[in-house]
């Protein structure tokens, strides 16, 4: 009870008190070891002292020893000799006696035993000099005086008076109390000397028991300080640390939104009241968060509500104007309803932006992660935006030979969606010149590569002080941008946004009056997989069942499914439905629904709760769903493919999407399987488009030079292509393959290498050289050999050949060869069932619209007939001169005479040679050789196809 209630007072100590407490407990126990060692070495110190006075003392005893043999010889040298010299010692160490007994007296005051020897020893020596030493020198000293001068008998008085004194000296002599005097005070002085030693070796045992206790306490001492110390800062430190931890632990948690987590501390200092400060801001950021979220919710369910009240009218005007502009109509309706579409697809464009920042700022935005195709898709941007270009008579230039990465995988939609505001952005604000895009990849690591791509402009610029802001919410340069040009300010702000979520960043480097320079850098994976293409499925006598509780939405979709042969069943709610499903399984006449299209937002049953239902109902389980929604989610298409969704979509979805999303959900594939969870818009727009399982076939104004010496071979190739409707002419040799080609335009050679008269290394580099004509100079030419050795490939390519096939001909090659380097004009030969189902969708291609010519010429024939001619006149020519002129590189040329084709081909409605004028048309103005070269091929097939039709 004692022990907690002062653990109890201890924690209550603020962490100061803890930190003096734990510095002042080992320091009092030092200050207490100090002190006793203190005391011992002042022990220590008194001790040799004690020792020193012992060594005087015992020398000078020996010194008193030292006297008295003085005394002692001093006094026989005189008794013996008579001569007073020897009494100088005598006398001297008489007097120094006094003084040196007196110090003795004095250095063992304190020691009465040894004080008494002493005093003894004191007066045994006097008693020595009284009773034997002062005698005898006197009894000397009176024989010494005795004189020997005189008469005879004086001296021998003299003489008897002397021996009589000698005598008596000797006696005085022989007499034992001297010596025996002289003997006590040997043995006082042997027992003085001894008590002194004894002493001595018990003061010098105390002085090293006193050194060794010094050394002791000094070691024990210190350890114990140490450990003490330690012990008090451990747990002092433990006690603070333990509660720091708490504190630590309890911000992370509630750093990553665990508010409800309680900081509890175990002392009552600091740290308690920091704790406290703590629990009151989690339960204030709490509270915080609670009305944050709750005002989230209300937003989303308000944007949620918006997003399915525009999209839905605005699905259905899409829907309709696509379902009307497929519909027979003159050129004025046909106009205003695109000009209608366009508007719409502008407001819904306006729309998506507003919505898609407002996902990214609630953190709903997710990504996806696809393979796509990225030179086709920045060519599909670049074609997408070259319109607007065109009409601002802007070169748009595409620049992608860094881009040495085609397949990777990511976001390809956003990935779109950057680029067409970047690149839209570059257009508006251009008048004059030129907008480029480069774009480049470069080799993070094995999976992954970094994506560049720059947008420049030589448009109006930005100033300096402008461009940090360009990025923020509904920003512009100044506020006559927006006046001016439009815009919501949005677009950048999306861009950074959608950039930083791919992982990327997005800058931009400007100059009033010169320009401007967007960057994108972003990191995509490397995708090693081949893509897949879209599967061939009939989609004709579907069964299809659509719930939605919009009318026109079904009305729409059930148009567009019906026009491709699906038969359509509708529902208005969930609950209808599942009505309907129950009744068509009990139907063993009729076939259940293959797929289910099913409306996301819908009153008492939504979307997602059918799909659960129809799931869990085995009746219904295996028919296939897809979801359609006006507002995407984060996380909506792994939440719906764990429902069981096979395919989700945003509204309004375009028709070609609904169209491939039908052929690979029925397929049942590895195309329905890669997607990743399910199939997307995005995803679809990875794949290729719809292989055809028809022989590939072209059409006879598709001519081909066979330049061939050999019989047999003539009639072989000859037969083979002439079975896929090529028109096809005979060379004996090169050199006639020259001439023929001056004469006549065709769209391939093929050419024999080993041949009389000029073999076909030769004639290439003729042809090539532009012996054959100017137009002819880029001509592909397919090299067929017999021969099968090393470097026979090279040296084609050496002499300028395209390509090259081994004889005999193998068709399955040859085929491949075909397909590579000649464009299939006669697609109707070659599309499979499904697009036939879909014209609704896909227009077949009009070459020559005669009503529509006779009608802008008022149904003049004569008038036609003359214009039909002109334009037989100017066909070589004008052929000739634009393929000229692309081989020079001569742009300004090539782009008038596009111009002239183009404008001819519009007055004799020819819609065909006039859409691939005008798409060549926009490469050459944009300078794009690669582009234009392949083009041109289909241009020229599209010319000569116009003219045999005209002919015709």
């Given at each position: 009870m004692h022990s907690k209630t002062e653990r109890s007072s201890i924690n209550n100590l603020s962490i100061r008190s803890k930190i003096i407490l734990s510095a002042a407990i080992p320091m009092l126990l030092m200050s207490m070891i100090a002190t006793v060692v203190y005391i011992n070495i002042e022990k220590t110190i008194s001790t040799a002292k004690l020792v020193e006075q012992t060594h005087s003392i015992t020398a000078k005893g020996n010194e008193l020893i030292k006297l008295m043999l003085d005394m002692e010889t001093g006094e026989r040298g005189y008794l013996i000799t008579g001569n007073a010299a020897f009494l100088a010692p005598f006398n001297n160490a008489k007097r120094v006696w006094v003084a040196r007994i007196n110090e003795l007296k004095t250095l063992v005051a304190d020691n009465p035993p040894q004080l008494a020897r002493i005093t003894k020893i004191d007066q045994l020596q006097t008693q020595w000099l009284i009773e034997a030493a002062d005698i005898v020198i006197a009894a000397r000293l009176k024989v010494n005086n005795i004189s020997q001068q005189g008469d005879s008998a004086a001296i021998n008085e003299a003489k008897q008076s002397k021996a009589q004194a000698l005598a008596n000296v000797v006696k005085l002599v022989e007499d034992k109390t001297g010596k025996d005097i002289i003997d006590n005070i040997r043995a006082t002085k042997e027992r003085f000397v001894e008590a002194e030693n004894l002493l001595l070796v018990k003061r010098q045992q105390a002085a090293l028991v006193a050194a060794t206790n010094t050394k002791t306490m000094i070691i024990v001492g210190t350890l114990f300080a140490i450990i003490l110390a330690s012990l008090i800062a451990f747990f002092t430190s433990a006690n603070?640390?333990?509660?720091?931890?708490?504190?630590?632990?309890?911000?992370?948690?509630?750093?990553?939104?665990?508010?409800?987590?309680?900081?509890?501390v175990s002392n009552k200092d600091e740290l308690s009241l920091l704790a406290?400060?703590?629990?009151?801001?989690?339960?204030?950021?709490?509270?915080?968060?609670?009305?944050?979220?709750?005002a989230l919710q209300s937003k989303g369910e308000f944007l949620a509500s918006m997003s399915h009240e525009i999209r839905t009218p605005m699905n259905g005007v899409l829907g309709m104007l696509g379902l009307l502009l497929n519909t027979k109509l003159d050129k004025d309706q046909h106009h205003k309803a695109s000009i209608a579409q366009s508007s719409a697809q502008s407001l819904?464009?306006?729309?998506?932006?507003?919505?898609?920042?407002?996902?990214?700022?609630?953190?709903?935005?997710?990504?996806?992660?696809?393979?796509?195709?990225?030179?086709?898709?920045?060519?599909?941007?670049?074609?997408?935006?070259?319109?607007?270009?065109h009409e601002k008579e802007l070169e748009l230039v595409l620049d992608i030979a860094k881009v040495e990465h085609l397949h990777i995988k990511g976001d390809t939609n956003r990935l779109r969606q950057i680029l067409t505001n970047l690149i839209s952005n570059a257009i508006k604000f251009t008048a004059t010149g030129e907008v480029i895009i480069r774009a480049s990849?470069?080799?993070?690591?094995?999976?992954?590569?970094?994506?560049?791509?720059?947008?420049?402009?030589?448009?109006?610029?930005?100033?300096?002080?402008?461009?940090?802001?360009?990025?923020?919410?509904?920003?512009?340069?100044?506020?006559?941008?927006?006046?001016?040009?439009?815009?919501?300010?949005?677009?950048?702000?999306i861009c950074k946004r959608l950039t930083e979520l791919m992982l990327g960043h997005v800058a931009v480097s400007s100059e009033i009056g010169k320009g401007s320079d967007f960057s994108i850098e972003i990191p995509f994976e490397v995708e090693n997989e081949q893509p897949l293409a879209v599967p061939n499925i009939n989609i004709k006598g579907l069964n299809i069942l659509i719930v939605d509780d919009n009318k026109t939405n079904r009305e729409v979709l059930q148009g567009l499914l019906e026009s491709w042969g699906a038969i359509v069943v509708e529902a208005v709610s969930g609950k209808e439905a599942l009505q309907i499903c129950q009744q068509r399984s009990q139907q063993a006449h009729k076939k259940f629904f293959d797929i289910a299209f099913l409306d996301m937002q819908m009153p008492e049953m939504d979307g997602s709760d059918l799909g659960k239902q129809l799931q869990s109902n085995a009746a219904f389980s295996k028919m296939k769903l897809v979801m359609m929604t006006s507002i995407g989610e984060q996380g909506d298409n792994e939440y719906f493919s764990n429902i069981g969704f096979s395919a989700y979509f945003t509204k309004p979805t375009t028709t070609s999407d609904l169209f491939s999303a039908l052929a690979i959900i029925i397929e049942d594939g590895d195309t329905l399987k890669r997607a990743q969870p399910l199939v997307t818009s995005q995803y679809i727009k990875s794949l290729n488009p719809c292989q055809s399982t028809q022989p590939a076939s072209w059409t006879k104004s598709t001519h081909i030079l066979l330049v061939e010496d050999n019989k047999v071979n003539q009639m072989v190739a000859k037969s083979v292509l002439e079975e896929y409707k090529f028109s096809v002419d005979i060379a004996e040799h090169g050199g006639e393959a020259i001439s023929k080609l001056r004469a006549?335009?065709?769209?391939?050679?093929?050419?024999?290498?080993?041949?009389?008269?000029?073999?076909?290394?030769?004639?290439?580099?003729?042809?090539?050289?532009?012996?054959?004509?100017?137009?002819?100079?880029?001509?592909?030419?397919?090299?067929?050999t017999a021969n099968a050795m090393v470097g026979d490939k090279e040296k084609c390519f050496e002499a300028g050949m395209n390509d090259y096939l081994s004889k005999p001909l193998d068709i399955e090659q040859l085929l491949k060869k075909l397909q590579q380097w000649v464009p299939i004009t006669d697609k109707s030969a070659t599309r499979p069932e499904v697009e036939k189902?879909?014209?609704?969708?896909?227009?077949?291609?009009?070459?020559?619209?005669?009503?529509?010519?006779?009608?802008?010429?008022?149904?003049?024939?004569?008038?036609?007939?003359?214009?039909?001619?002109?334009?037989?006149?100017?066909?070589?020519?004008?052929?000739?001169?634009?393929?000229?002129?692309?081989?020079?590189?001569?742009?300004?040329?090539?782009?008038?005479?596009?111009?002239?084709?183009?404008?001819?081909?519009?007055?004799?409605?020819?819609?065909?040679?006039?859409?691939?004028t005008t798409e060549l048309e926009l490469h050459i103005k944009n300078e794009n050789e690669s582009q234009v070269k392949t083009l041109l091929p289909e241009f020229i097939i599209s010319y000569q196809t116009l003219i045999s039709t005209l002919q015709e």
């Open positions: 603070i640390l333990s509660n720091l931890k708490k504190l630590i632990l309890g911000t992370k948690k509630i750093a990553e939104g665990n508010f409800d987590h309680i900081i509890e406290d400060s703590f629990n009151n801001m989690s339960q204030s950021l709490k509270d915080s968060i609670d009305e944050m979220e709750s819904l464009t306006i729309i998506n932006d507003i919505l898609d920042f407002s996902k990214i700022e609630a953190g709903k935005l997710s990504l996806e992660k696809i393979p796509f195709n990225l030179q086709k898709t920045l060519e599909e941007v670049a074609e997408s935006l070259g319109y607007q270009a990849t470069k080799q993070i690591d094995t999976n992954n590569v970094q994506f560049t791509c720059h947008i420049i402009d030589t448009g109006i610029g930005i100033e300096a002080d402008k461009q940090s802001g360009l990025f923020e919410s509904f920003t512009q340069a100044d506020s006559s941008t927006t006046r001016k040009y439009g815009g919501t300010g949005l677009g950048l702000t006549y335009p065709y769209h391939l050679v093929f050419m024999d290498c080993q041949m009389p008269v000029m073999d076909g290394y030769e004639a290439t580099r003729r042809i090539r050289s532009g012996e054959a004509g100017t137009s002819n100079s880029q001509i592909t030419i397919i090299a067929m189902i879909a014209q609704a969708e896909k227009p077949s291609v009009v070459i020559w619209d005669k009503q529509q010519a006779m009608q802008r010429l008022l149904n003049n024939n004569d008038l036609l007939l003359a214009v039909v001619d002109q334009f037989h006149q100017e066909a070589p020519d004008n052929i000739n001169q634009l393929t000229l002129a692309i081989n020079e590189n001569n742009w300004s040329q090539a782009s008038k005479i596009a111009h002239i084709i183009k404008s001819n081909a519009a007055n004799l409605s020819g819609l065909d040679l006039l859409d691939k």
